[in-house]
């Protein structure tokens, strides 16, 4: 999660007040002396005035103990963090990316969090957020904060059509359709080809998967019923759209390059992305009037499946702090501070805990995120995914490959094969 999301939504300053820490197991609670705990966040990921009153809190309750805050950037990170896990002075705490966070774990870098699961609140965790914290069983960070994709919409474009905001796929391409015949010359929808994190979504909704656990290997599931169905959903959506079928949103960006140059009657995005539009179209003169709405399921009763991108913040294994470690990661992690953080952030980022979710305000961006907070997954939990997503990506091809006609079963079953070789790499 970068700190244009964080910006995007309107970071506000806060004082907050947290509840003490639970029982210390080895004795570190109360210790006088000088101790240092090191914390590592990205930079944007935790506003400061929330961060400086969990510390406060945090101290008063550990006499002796300073919390030093450690802000990092995103690019090289993971280099950074690889290198300091294997030092004797790691951070004690540290925030991971969570497709990340189980490459981490597997070579040992991370304390197994496995017998503190009721101090950290584990019950209470969405489900969704909790797959990222988990390998082999065992728990290995606690979940922090996501966020997910909505459809972003012109209002006025959709009153022009007569449309109102779907809650089915089918409702979505009706949809569509009359936005199309509102507005020949625009765009219904922008959908690049390889908007690939969209397209786990329609697979996951389908009952399918990006791959699959079998017996101690990993198997892609492109070439199956499932992710054709998918495929062939997004096919049709994109059918409504003239961005380029072999480049992703970013390639070029949708919310400031192509959104506000006018024509685009919906999108799918992030909240960065759409508070960048609206910056970007009132640099250019213009007024944005979005709405926002959950991206629709295959019947009414739940929104489309959404993959969560976040955070997860873990125990470094060689943390000198051990058990502080544990505490101050159940104190930020916890309900009552997760109501704080979400707040903090006016509902721009879920909080791990559903039932410490801000009620942000109707209509907005953060509103229809939260309504997909109970569908949202992540990407299979195991370390060689990160050698799935390097370019040239699988996913990214066969999405392009039936964009252009090509059969999904036999795009899905090259993908699978390129997929096979790089998730079982050590």
């Known amino acids: ?10 970071v506000a300053g806060m004082v907050v007040s947290v509840a003490a820490c639970g029982a210390d197991k080895g004795g570190d609670k109360g210790a006088s002396g ?5 914390v590592w966040v990205m930079d944007g990921s935790a506003p400061d005035a929330w961060m400086a009153a969990v510390n406060k809190e945090f101290e008063a309750a550990h006499k002796g103990v300073k919390v030093k805050v450690e802000k990092q950037q995103w690019n090289g990170i993971q280099e950074k963090v690889t290198a300091a896990l294997s030092e004797d002075n790691a951070p004690d705490v540290l925030e991971l990316g969570n497709t990340q966070t189980a490459g981490y774990a597997a070579t040992g870098g991370l304390a197994d969090l496995t017998g503190d699961k009721a101090e950290l609140g584990y019950d209470g965790w969405n489900k969704g957020m909790l797959a990222a914290s988990e390998l082999d069983g065992k728990l290995y960070s606690a979940p922090w904060y996501a966020a997910s994709r909505v459809v972003v919409y ?55 998967d990006l791959a699959v656990k079998d017996g101690d290997k990993w198997k892609g599931q492109l070439a199956t019923p499932q992710a054709a169905a ?66 629709p399921g295959k019947t009414a009763d739940k929104p489309g499946s959404v993959f969560f991108g976040g955070s997860n913040l873990a125990v470094a294994e060689r943390s000198a702090n051990k058990d502080l470690a544990k505490e101050w990661l159940a104190l930020a992690a916890g309900k009552a501070q997760m109501a704080k953080y979400a707040q903090a952030t006016e509902g721009g980022l879920l909080p791990n805990n559903d039932a410490a979710q801000f009620k942000p305000a109707a209509g ?33 091809d066969f999405m392009t490959k039936v964009l252009k006609g090509e059969d999904p079963a036999k795009a899905g079953e090259a993908a699978d094969k390129v997929i096979n070789e790089r998730i079982n790499q050590k």
């Open 154 to 208: 012109d209002k006025a474009a959709f009153a022009k059509a007569g449309v109102t905001p779907p809650k089915t796929r089918q409702e979505w391409i009706d949809g569509l359709k009359k936005l199309k015949a509102a507005d020949p010359k625009g765009q219904a929808i922008y959908l690049p080809g390889q908007s690939w994190y969209v397209l786990a979504g329609l697979i996951w909704d389908e009952g399918g």
């Open 1 to 10: 999660m970068k700190r244009k999301l964080i910006a995007a939504v309107g």
């Open 364 to 396: 907005s961006f953060a509103e229809a995120m939260a309504q997909a907070a109970g569908v949202g997954k992540i990407t299979p939990v195991t370390p060689g995914w990160a050698n799935v997503e390097t370019a040239p990506n699988p996913i990214k």
């Open 230 to 295: 998918a495929m062939n959903f997004y096919k049709e959506l994109a059918s409504y759209s003239t961005a380029p079928k072999d480049k992703d949103e970013a390639t070029p960006q949708q919310s400031t390059d192509i959104v506000p140059k006018g024509g685009v009657a919906s999108w799918i995005g992030l909240g960065w992305e759409a508070g960048g539009a609206i910056d970007a179209m009132k640099k250019a003169g213009k007024t944005a009037d979005f709405g926002y709405f959950p991206i």
């Open 34 to 38: 000088d101790k240092t705990l090191t």
